[in-house]
């Protein structure tokens, strides 16, 4: 039975036909004329009242297409038997819709053939309004015509046409599709005649069912005789005529899950022979050769076993998995642009926080340059606050012989400088401790290295030992083949798992081999530290100490290699117990 949204399609031609203002709205009296003939061609009773009591609360002015769908599906559809002729309900809805979109256009094609087409066109068309054809179904439309008249695809022409209307829009309607077809297109140079065959052949096809059709000769249950007739076979049911323009129909075979069609051998004259055997009755039927013959065999057959497992016919199971694809496809390609636009925002927000981050840096850089000039104008300061107690102590030992009163206050500086000095060798032996707890740390660092090399060294064995007992494995014999394969596996695991803790204890040496870097780092910065401590010491104490030791003729005098002698000392004494410690 035709679905309902095929029945639809035609309907929905012939209402917009009938709204002249293209508004979506229909008068009442129209409305009227279109729905009975609607019951007329699907053989319903029709209720002239219901419709008025359909719309009593609008007798005023025009109705909608809201309106009307309902009276439509409660009314009318929903009443449908399957004895209608859905061929006339096409030829009615055309009637009113096609003079009004392809009069006076010069086509290559007539009418009728221009019917047919645009009954293709609602078969093809998607279930959504207003109705259009995507490019993949007018594709599968052309090479079906195309291979109807004997013609090769050009993929080349259609590719550009596809270009030209993907610049466009992606669809066609009805009304471009017959021109399309009737401005010839796609048929330039083939014979009027030939391009009517190959429409009517497709048409028969896909609009009309005809699964198969042609001309054999069928014997009568009566008279016996033999008699040439136009078959025609559907899906349940194989239909013959007098001749193939189909005025005359002289019978019918219905196909059921119990009918079966068998060859026969030749008898009375007649060669290629098969019968097909129903309930009631059966049918001999003799083809015009073996071809043909094993040809319909197939394709009854074919139809037998389809109305066994509850399938439609095949151009229709076609075209909905098609669509089922398209769907697919299109499902795949909105979660597809949602997946982009999702990558799309988090890179905004990655992006934004980059920026953040570099605003921050930048910041940052700023604040550290405004420290670092802090930090060298404290130095400057400093220096210069220290050339400042140079000149004055200077100037004290010059002055040193006028101030032989003042020299309990001396004693009491020389106590303050010793003090100093105390709090200059508790820094300078903190930083020893430094320097000797780096190297501890050296130290731990360098057998943590040593300890991972040698479990990285062990891990290396195991799986040495590992690929030689695999290797012992492959060679037993095939029939412990499946315990082989169970080992293997488990070792392969094994493995893996060896694998990945070498990797783990890789980068443990690596981090390892980083801190040490840090600890050797520290451990420079350490050694540099006490060599400035032990600097400073040396200066302070050659410039501040001896200078006061006094005589009983003035300050005590020293050369430059009693100074260099006694920094020598001084130094020695230093590495001894650096060394003792």
């Not at 098609?322 to 997946?339: F, G, Q, T, V």
Request: glycine share 4%; with cysteine; proline share 2%.
């Amino acid at each position: 039975m035709i679905s309902r949204d095929e029945i639809l399609k035609p309907i929905w031609y012939a209402f917009t036909a009938l709204d002249v203002d293209r508004n979506g709205k229909v008068s009442k009296s129209q409305l009227k004329v279109l729905s009975y003939n609607l019951c007329t061609i699907l053989r319903i009773p029709h209720n002239t009242s219901a419709l008025e009591e359909h719309f009593k609360d609008d007798d005023e002015g025009p109705v909608s297409t809201q309106g009307y769908m309902p009276y439509l599906n409660m009314c009318i559809l929903n009443k449908i038997q399957a004895n209608f002729d859905f061929n006339e309900l096409n030829k009615m809805c055309w009637t009113l819709s096609a003079p009004k979109h392809i009069s006076g256009k010069h086509l290559l094609i007539s009418g009728a053939e221009a019917f047919k087409v645009w009954c293709i066109f609602n078969y093809l068309s998607e279930d959504k309004y207003p109705l259009q054809i995507v490019i993949e179904e007018l594709e599968y439309f052309l090479r079906k015509l195309l291979a109807a008249m004997g013609c090769s695809w050009n993929e080349d022409r259609f590719e550009d046409y596809k270009m030209q209307l993907s610049a466009k829009k992606k669809h066609l309607n009805a009304w471009e599709l017959i021109e399309l077809i009737g401005m010839g297109h796609f048929t330039k140079g083939i014979n009027p005649q030939t391009l009517s065959m190959g429409i009517n052949e497709v048409y028969q096809e896909l609009v009309m069912d005809v699964i198969k059709q042609g001309y054999m000769m069928k014997k009568g249950h009566k008279r016996k005789n033999w008699t040439e007739r136009w078959f025609e076979l559907h899906l349940n049911y194989m239909s013959y005529y007098v001749s193939e323009d189909l005025l005359e129909q002289k019978g019918c075979i219905s196909l059921d899950r119990n009918c079966c069609v068998e060859s026969l051998p030749d008898k009375d004259g007649k060669k290629n022979l098969f019968i097909i055997k129903c309930v009631e009755k059966s049918f001999e039927i003799s083809a015009s050769d073996k071809k043909t013959k094993q040809e319909w065999i197939q394709a009854i057959q074919d139809c037998i076993v389809r109305i066994r497992q509850g399938l439609s016919s095949p151009h229709r199971e076609s075209r909905q998995k098609r669509r089922e694809l398209r769907n697919r496809l299109k499902a795949e390609k909105e979660a597809m642009e949602n997946r982009m636009r999702q990558l799309q925002l988090a890179n905004e927000s990655k992006q934004a926080q980059l920026e953040a981050m570099t605003k921050k840096l930048q910041e940052a850089s700023v604040r550290g340059d405004l420290v670092e000039q802090r930090r060298l104008q404290t130095q400057i300061e400093l220096l210069d606050q220290y050339r400042r107690d140079l000149e004055q102590e200077k100037m004290a030992r010059m002055q040193m012989e006028e101030q032989v009163v003042e020299k309990d206050n001396e004693v009491e500086q020389y106590w303050q400088r010793m003090q100093e000095l105390e709090e200059m060798y508790r820094q300078l032996k903190k930083a020893l401790d430094d320097e000797r707890q780096a190297k501890e740390d050296e130290e731990a660092l360098s057998k943590l290295q040593a300890r991972l090399l040698q479990e990285e060294a062990s891990k290396r064995l195991e799986l040495e030992q590992i690929h030689l007992q695999q290797q012992e494995i492959l060679t037993q014999s095939q029939k412990e083949k499946q315990e082989l394969e169970r080992e293997r596996a488990e070792k392969e695991r094994a493995l893996q798992a060896a694998q990945e803790q070498l990797e783990i204890l890789r980068r443990q040496r690596e981090g390892a081999q980083e801190e040490y870097k840090v600890v050797t780092k520290k451990l420079e910065r350490a050694t540099n530290k006490t060599k400035t401590w032990n600097v400073n010491f040396l200066k302070y104490h050659l410039s501040e100490t001896c200078p006061t030791r006094m005589t009983n003729w003035g300050p005590a005098a020293f050369t430059e290699t009693e100074l260099d002698e006694m920094e020598r000392i001084w130094q020695e004494n230093k590495n001894r117990s650096h060394d003792g410690q």
